[in-house]
C-alpha cells in the first residue's frame, strides 16, 4: 500500500519503533507463551516503557499522545508476530480505557486513566455473559441502588485481561423494565491474580487502587488460540459500587458499549490484518527456500497463484481496516466501515493462515513453523467482539438505513 495515503512520518516511525520491538522481544518467545499459556508480564512492562498501554491518549492523562492511526498500526505490527501480544495493548486501550476516556466525568479520567495509559494496571471491558453473547441486550448482570451505591451481581464471560487486571468496566441492568435502555456502566476494580509476580516489575498493580469485596474473576480459559492472552470469567457477588464509579447516566450502558464496540471492531481488523500478514511473509519465505523437483517451489505456477491471491486480499484489507481508522480519527461515522473491516480481515485471517500452512506443507502442520499458532490466533478474530453473522447485520441495517421505506 502506498504509505502516503494514510500515514504521515510519525505514522512511519511508529511502525518501525513497534516493528523493531516485536521482531527483538516478541518473536523469540511467542512460540513458548502460546504453549505455556502464561501472560507474557515482562514483555507487557517493555511495552507500557514504550507507551504502547496507552498510544491514543492525551499526554496530560497519561498517554502517549498519539492518533487512532498510530495505534491500529502498533495493533498490526504486533499481530505479525503475536496475537497474544497485540490483543493486550487492544483490549487493555480500547475496551478497558476507551469508555472512561469517552463517557466518563473529568473526575473519573484523573483517577483511572493514567494508571491505565501508563500500564500501572491493566483494563478489562465485562460485557459477554454465559447466556448473553452475540445478543449484548440480554444482559443478566444486575445493579440495585442502595443509597449512594449500587450492589452488582452477576457473572462475565470470556473477559480478557479478567485475572490479570485491576480495573473493569462492565455493565449491569438498573432498571429490568427498560430492556437495553435499563443498561448501566460501572468501573469497578479488583486485585491482579498475579499480586507476587508483578511487584517487582512495577507494573500491574496500584495499592491504592482498593479492591471491591464481591468481586472475583473466576476460572481461566484454556483456548485454542491467543493462548498467551488472559481470558477469565469475571464474578460479583453483592459487589458495593460507589455512585460516582458510574459511567455517564442511567440507562447510558447499552449506548455507550455499542459505540466501544465499533471502535473496538476497527482494533480485532488491524489484528487480523497482522496475523494475516505475518502468515503471507513466513510462507513467502518459506517458498523461496523450499525445493522439490529440483526447483525451489516459489516457481511453480501454483504456488505463484496462491502468492497473488494472498497479496491482492491483503492490499484490499489494508485499505480497508485504516479508511475505517482514518474515519474514525477524523470525526467522520464509522460503523458500517469498521464491521465491514473487521469482517473482511478476520475471514481473510482464516483463508491466509490456512493457505500458508499449505504452502509449508507436512512442516505446516508442527509447531516448529508460526503458521499454526497463526492460524489458530486468527480463529477467534470471526467471532469476538461481534461474530462474522453480526457484523453482516450491522452492514446490512446501515445499508437499508439509507432506503426510503
Not at 277 to 286: H, I, K, S, V, W
Request: overall charge negative.
Amino acid at each position: 500500500m502506498h504509505d502516503s495515503i494514510y500515514f504521515q512520518d510519525h505514522h512511519l516511525a511508529t511502525r518501525e519503533m513497534v516493528r523493531a520491538f516485536a521482531q527483538e522481544e516478541v518473536a523469540p518467545v511467542a512460540r513458548r507463551f502460546d504453549e505455556t499459556q502464561e501472560f507474557p508480564w515482562e514483555n507487557v512492562r517493555k511495552m507500557a516503557d514504550l507507551g504502547l498501554l496507552g498510544i491514543p491518549w492525551a499526554e496530560e492523562l497519561g498517554g502517549a499522545g498519539l492518533d487512532t492511526l498510530s495505534f491500529m498500526i502498533a495493533i498490526e505490527e504486533l499481530a505479525r508476530v503475536c496475537a497474544s501480544h497485540s490483543i493486550t495493548i487492544s483490549a487493555h486501550t480500547t475496551l478497558g480505557t476507551s469508555p472512561i476516556v469517552n463517557f466518563g466525568t473529568a473526575e473519573q479520567q484523573r483517577r483511572f486513566v493514567p494508571r491505565l495509559a501508563s500500564g500501572k494496571v491493566l483494563g478489562g471491558f465485562g460485557l459477554t455473559e454465559p447466556g448473553a453473547g452475540s445478543d449484548a441486550g440480554g444482559t443478566r448482570t444486575t445493579a440495585v441502588r442502595k443509597g449512594a451505591h449500587y450492589v452488582l451481581n452477576g457473572t462475565k464471560r470470556f473477559i480478557t485481561h479478567g485475572g490479570v487486571g485491576e480495573s473493569f468496566v462492565v455493565t449491569a441492568v438498573t432498571d429490568p423494565s427498560k430492556g437495553t435502555k435499563g443498561i448501566s456502566s460501572f468501573v469497578l476494580t479488583k486485585e491482579t491474580c498475579d499480586l507476587e509476580r508483578v511487584q517487582d516489575l512495577g507494573i500491574g498493580h496500584d495499592p491504592s487502587l482498593a479492591p471491591m469485596r464481591g468481586f472475583r474473576a473466576g476460572k481461566k480459559e484454556d483456548k485454542l488460540g491467543w493462548r498467551a492472552s488472559d481470558t477469565r470469567e469475571l464474578i460479583f457477588e453483592d459487589v458495593e459500587v460507589p455512585e460516582e464509579n458510574r459511567i455517564g447516566a442511567e440507562g447510558m450502558g447499552f449506548i455507550n458499549f455499542m459505540k466501544t464496540l465499533d471502535a473496538g471492531r476497527i482494533g480485532i481488523a488491524a489484528l487480523s490484518l497482522g496475523v494475516a500478514q505475518g502468515a503471507f511473509e513466513a510462507a513467502l519465505a518459506y517458498t523461496g527456500e523450499r525445493q522439490q523437483f529440483g526447483r525451489r517451489i516459489a516457481e511453480f505456477q501454483g504456488v505463484h497463484f496462491q502468492l497473488a491471491d494472498m497479496a491482492t486480499e491483503l492490499e484490499a484489507g489494508r485499505h480497508l481496516v485504516y479508511h475505517a481508522a482514518w474515519l474514525a480519527q477524523h470525526g467522520h461515522p464509522y460503523g458500517k466501515e469498521a464491521a465491514i473491516a473487521k469482517l473482511f480481515t478476520s475471514e481473510l485471517a482464516m483463508r491466509t493462515t490456512i493457505k500458508a500452512i499449505q504452502l509449508h506443507g507436512g512442516y505446516g502442520y508442527t509447531k516448529d513453523y508460526p503458521v499454526e499458532r497463526m492460524m489458530r490466533d486468527a480463529k477467534i478474530g470471526e467471532i469476538g467482539e461481534g461474530t462474522s453473522e453480526i457484523q453482516r447485520m450491522v452492514i446490512a441495517r446501515h445499508l437499508i438505513k439509507g432506503l426510503a421505506l
